[in-house]
Structure formats: C-alpha cells, structure tokens
C-alpha cells in the first residue's frame, strides 16, 4: 500500500506568513508523530498523536506552533508568523502503535522543506 | 534526560569494504529500545536496525549489524560489503520503553567511494 505521503515537498514564505503543512500516514496507523530537521542536526521530535488520546505537544518550540489530527488520520502542522529559524525539514512518521517490532516501527514521509525568507 | 551522541560527522568507505559507525547514548533506563535509521538523498527515513536493550544478542540484518555493549552505552552499526547504495545520512536513536518519543543523533554522513 501507500507509504506516508506530505505535502507540499517544498514550500517557500516569507517571514511573518502562516503555513501549513500536511501530512497523510499510512491507512490505519493509529500513532502519528512530527519531527524537525533543521541543518546539520538531527530529528527535533514535536508532536505525537495517538488514537483519540490527547496529543503530546511537549516538543513544540513555541505556541507559534500547533498541529492536529483530523478524524485520526490526516494531520497539519501549523506554524504562524513564521520566523526564519523556522527554516528546516518536517518530516512526518506514522506507526500502528504498541511495543513490537512490527507494531511500533516509525515510517516516515519524504518530508517538506520550509524556506522562510 | 537522554542524549544520543554520534561522534563521526562524516565516514567514508571503499565500494565491497566494511565500515562501522559509532553511536553513544546516556540514560539512567534499563529497558529502552536502540535504532540505526538510513535517510537517503530522497530524504526519507528508512529503518535499518532495532536492538531491544534486554537482548544480549547483537540483531543482524543482512548486511547491516550492530555491536551493543550496554555497560558502555554504545551502539555502533557495521555496514560489510558497502554498496553505492549505501550512500546516506544514518541517524543512531534512542527510545525508553513506555515513551512514544524518539530521541536522535545529529547523523554521520557515510560516502561510498568505487
């Protein structure tokens, strides 16, 4: 089946605009996850979403950031008043939840780069 | 709180030669999960290999294989026989047991050389 898809691939704004970002795990995976990849660095954990459950946010930098999961399976992360530090990488992963091998393995997106001008 | 250190910003390996990259991690946990992840110009994570920190043996794929010493807090990845498509970013990664969060290396950027 399809794997986890984002969009758009690229995305170039300028400094003080909203964007959205969107992201389609695979049908079926209840855990969702969105990570940062700024340059140079590793993944930046910042949200997760898990079934109905409330989401952990703890990874958000700033209440400029916000994201949410409709009908448990779409996702879109938010940034407002984008800043140019927001520059990096999202990527998107999706996982059927649970703590095996088969249940817990991350499959991610190709991610979207976020150009902030 | 729980760190992942890779040491090796960059490697480089002969094509059909062996190379192993290095990973540390520093947690106070006992049952935590250990992940060496490959992300590819595509930018798109793959997993590559899992170690349940309880299991002494090192998990092997194919290729790929990993030397776990947990007294030491270390994970590194042997890649044998290197393959052009081998080239990528690989990410070492941490993940207590009980928490959904996955903690990540900055990555060490591997060159297979023909």
């Known amino acids: 089946g399809a794997g986890v898809s984002q969009s758009p691939s690229n995305k170039v704004t300028e400094k003080g605009k909203d964007v959205e970002l969107r992201c389609d795990p695979i049908s079926g995976h209840t855990a969702l996850y969105w990570y940062r990849q700024s340059l140079g660095q590793g993944l930046e954990f910042l949200i997760y979403f898990q079934g109905n459950s409330a989401p952990d946010k703890s990874g958000l930098p700033s209440d400029r950031f916000s994201a949410e999961r409709t009908g448990g399976s779409v996702s879109t992360l938010t940034i407002q008043r984008t800043q140019q530090e927001d520059s990096a990488v999202y990527l998107c992963a999706s996982s059927l939840g649970g703590w095996t091998p088969e249940s817990d393995t991350q499959y991610f997106g190709p991610g979207t780069r976020l150009t902030v001008l | 709180a729980q760190t992942v250190t890779q040491s090796q910003p960059e490697m480089s390996v002969q094509e059909a030669e062996t190379v192993t990259l290095s990973c540390t991690y520093d947690?106070?946990?006992?049952?935590?999960?250990l992940f060496w992840y490959k992300q590819p110009p595509s930018r798109q994570m793959i997993l590559v290999i899992r170690q349940e920190a309880y299991k002494q043996q090192n998990a092997t794929e194919n290729r790929f294989s990993v030397n776990f010493q947990k007294a030491a807090k270390s994970f590194s990845l042997k890649i044998s026989d290197s393959q052009l498509g081998d080239a990528a970013m690989y990410f070492c990664a941490y993940r207590r047991y009980g928490d959904d969060k996955i903690i990540f290396g900055k990555g060490t950027r591997l060159h297979i050389l023909p």
């Open positions: 947690t106070s946990e006992s049952d935590y999960y």
